[in-house]
């Protein structure tokens, strides 16, 4: 079986941003370096694939420590991958100096905590203005806030943020990344520290947002629960790399890689009878593997039930699982190739 559902080629028209082979290490201090001499590094993220389509939201999931926000901070721009490339509309990306700001107005970043992205002495409108102005944008303030649905603006304009609630100091937060008029929003984890209550609300904006300025959004988040209901495509990583993606229905109802399903048994779940075990047949126990030192193959090998001979060997490639009409489905697993799984067999 070969691999199936790579991203589509940079040169489709609705892929606005692509990761191509992105990898990045973290040098550790000096003193930690091998009887060799040798500099050793955090493997944070090694040779992950996706493509970022106008009107779409990819959702990417993961245990905290996977690496997911490392991707949302090297697509920014943020950190400078160590290998691989960022495309945009197909073109290598070189964030340098004006470079950068041009970057900016086209792919803007929310950040997971708003109270520490925005300036605590300065007000909502200096927020907003300032960022209006670095894109000579001929927006208002105001609009920005109606649009984020924080009306009327002129309530909130001369507030500061510790005087707003958390989920109004996120939707200042999309408010001023909107400003920039962007096509991509990396949203990195843009819920986890709201309460439950408001959560939904945002995760509404955010659709309302994809739909009225056909944006590109990239969904950071260890909820699987929240990307199957906002993400129309969702990845799954694991340790530095991406083990399964498809269609948000796939991947979420039909898991396949080990890793997933054990995800996906851990999510609370109002249904399940207080004490009951978690059905973890599929999962695994133990640790993550230390990313100073991966094992080779499959970084899920060593938790894994179904693990075989070849899964510690080797790194499995994008094979192909069988659809149930929910849409393409792939996971990075040796149990979708045949041929592995029958040589084990004899």
């Known amino acids: 079986m ?19 082979g992105l990898t990045k290490h973290f040098p550790i201090r000096r003193r930690l370096r091998t009887l060799f001499g040798e500099q050793r590094a ?15 939201v990819t959702a990417m999931v993961g245990e905290s420590g996977s690496g997911k926000s490392t991707v949302a901070r090297v697509m920014a721009q943020l950190v400078r991958q160590t ?3 960022v495309l945009l509309h197909g073109e290598p990306v070189n964030a340098h100096g004006r470079g950068f700001r041009a970057y900016c107005r086209r792919v803007q970043m929310v950040f997971q905590d708003p109270f520490a992205s925005l300036n ?14 670095i894109h000579h944008s001929d927006a208002t303030a105001a609009e920005l806030l109606t649009r984020v649905a924080l009306t009327p603006p002129e309530r909130f304009l001369s507030k500061f943020p510790h005087e707003l609630s958390g989920g109004q100091r996120q939707r200042v937060a999309i408010a ?47 909820d699987i629960a929240s ?13 530095g790399q991406v083990v399964e993606g498809g269609s948000g229905e796939a991947v979420t109802q ?22 009951q075990a978690l059905d973890v047949e599929d999962g695994g126990t133990g640790e993550p593997p230390s990313l100073i030192a991966p094992p080779a193959g499959c970084r899920f090998n060593p938790r894994c039930p179904h693990v075989m001979a070849r899964c510690r060997v080797e790194t499995p490639p994008r094979l192909a699982v069988e659809s149930n009409g ?5 996971a990075a697993c040796w149990l979708y190739d045949p041929k592995t799984v029958a040589e084990e067999a004899s």
Do not use: C, Q
């Open 2 to 20: 070969t691999a199936s559902n790579a991203p589509a080629a940079s040169g489709t028209t609705d892929v606005v941003l692509e990761a191509a």
């Open 176 to 222: 001023r990344a909107l400003a920039a008029g962007p096509e991509v929003l990396l949203a990195d984890e843009p819920v986890s520290m709201l309460d439950v209550s408001i959560r939904l609300g945002v995760l509404n904006l955010l659709r309302d947002l994809r739909d009225r300025l056909n944006l590109a959004i990239l969904y950071i988040t260890h």
């Open 83 to 85: 290998g691989g490339k």
């Open 254 to 275: 039909h898991a396949a890689h080990p890793y997933t399903r054990l995800l996906i048994a851990s999510a609370p779940d109002p249904d399940r009878i207080a004490g």
């Open 42 to 56: 955090v493997h944070a993220v090694d040779h992950v694939d996706f493509v970022l389509r106008r009107g779409r």
């Open 120 to 133: 605590p002495i300065h007000t909502v409108r200096y927020h907003l203005t300032r960022a209006l102005k």
């Open 227 to 239: 990307a199957r209901y906002f993400a129309d495509e969702v990845l799954v990583m694991y340790a």
């Open 326 to 330: 929910d849409g393409p489905h792939w």
